[in-house]
């Protein structure tokens, strides 16, 4: 629930629930993790050697070209 308690769809995060962005992230990395997805992308962009920030978009632009995703 946003601030003022509307409700949002939020692909990152949902209190106590991995949102659907965490979710498409483990099937694409064939693996899950408990440190969340931002750790694993951190990794991720550490083993590829480019900046997290930038892995992190070029994830969420493939995220969002897949037609089953909610826009965000």
């Known amino acids: ?8 769809d939020f ?5 106590g629930v991995q949102g659907p962005f965490a979710e ?3 099937q694409r990395l064939g693996r899950r993790s408990s ?8 990794r991720e962009a ?13 994830l969420w632009d493939e995220y969002r070209a897949e037609p089953s995703q909610p826009e965000g």
């Open 1 to 8: 629930m946003a601030v003022h308690g509307i409700e949002e």
């Open 11 to 15: 692909p990152f995060w949902s209190p």
């Open 24 to 26: 498409w992230l483990w």
């Open 35 to 42: 440190v969340g997805w931002a750790t694993e992308i951190e």
């Open 46 to 58: 550490q083993d590829a050697g480019v900046p997290a920030v930038e892995l992190f978009f070029s």
